[in-house]
């Protein structure tokens, strides 16, 4: 196996022909027979590899090079699924647009050659892999909670709490689900899982998706501005499936996959078996 090969297993399970903008080879390896993996991996998760014997750290967060400084541009994908969920095209670029300014001028200002240089020195081959894993997570529990509460139009709040916690990703886990937005006895309505799209396009795109009909969503994370307006908007929901764990799901589905090519895979740095 080699670095494009690896790559390309991630691709494919995420139904994508070409690396997203947050996604790329930072060093290139062939011959490669042993993976360290986790959620974030930097400089001394690279020199842990060394000393430890392995071929190859991919980190699921960006943080090297282009996949730093064009991570606004990964956000555009966001666009597509607020149209999905019924919310007019240039609508949804607008509400969009604010946080991906935001996001371009820090990304932008950042040190992109910090760990990629380690990399580089260390001739560590080094990958990115962001918006496919969360593109295989986001479908996983969409589909799993539209099976779930198929025909059930008074879910509540508790029920999805109780869904999720039914899960193995979630079992035992030291973060757990839980409502940030609304009440036990809420009723969830329309169910919109947004685990994908570089990160949370703020509250704007939130309180869209509200507008458009949705009654809950469910996130890996949100920030405290978007709590606090949606709080104050009194229209919507959202619940946390944690953030490690969530990102676990679509990262151990390509970590399957390449075990299953023969690939030798420790993960670590969050992503929990």
């Known amino acids: 196996m080699n670095t494009t090969d690896l790559m390309n297993t991630a691709l494919k399970l995420a139904h994508l022909d070409k690396m997203p903008y947050d996604t790329d080879i930072i060093v290139a390896g062939e011959n490669i027979k042993k993976v360290l993996i986790g959620i974030d991996m930097e400089t001394p998760e690279l020199l842990l590899a060394q000393q430890l014997g392995f071929d190859c750290v991919v980190s699921h967060h960006p943080k090297a090079d ?10 555009d994908v966001q666009i597509d699924r607020m149209v999905k ?85 979630f079992i035992d886990k030291v973060a757990q689900p839980i409502i940030r937005v609304g009440s036990n006895d809420d009723y969830a309505g329309k169910i919109e899982v947004l685990m994908s799209g570089g990160t949370n396009g703020g509250a704007d795109v939130y ?21 606090k307006a949606v709080i104050e908007q009194n229209i919507g929901n959202i619940i946390i499936a944690p953030h490690m764990p969530s990102d676990s799901i679509g990262l151990l589905e390509i970590v399957k996959a390449w075990r299953a090519q023969g690939v030798e895979v420790t993960c670590m740095s969050g992503i929990v078996e």
């Open 85 to 169: 969920s019924g919310i007019p095209i240039n609508k949804a670029q607008k509400v969009l647009r604010a946080k991906q300014i935001s996001i371009d001028m820090t990304k932008h200002a950042s040190n992109y050659d910090r760990v990629s240089s380690a990399a580089r020195l260390m001739k560590m081959p080094y990958l990115n892999i962001h918006i496919p894993a969360d593109f295989i997570t986001e479908e996983i529990v969409q589909t799993r909670l539209d099976k779930a509460f198929k025909d059930k139009p008074k879910t509540k709040l508790k029920d999805i709490i109780e869904e999720l916690n039914s899960w193995e990703y």
């Open 207 to 227: 309180k869209s998706y509200f507008h458009a009909g949705v009654g809950t969503i469910i996130a890996m994370h949100v920030p405290e501005d978007v709590q």
């Open 66 to 75: 282009s996949c730093v400084v064009d991570f606004a541009k990964v956000m």
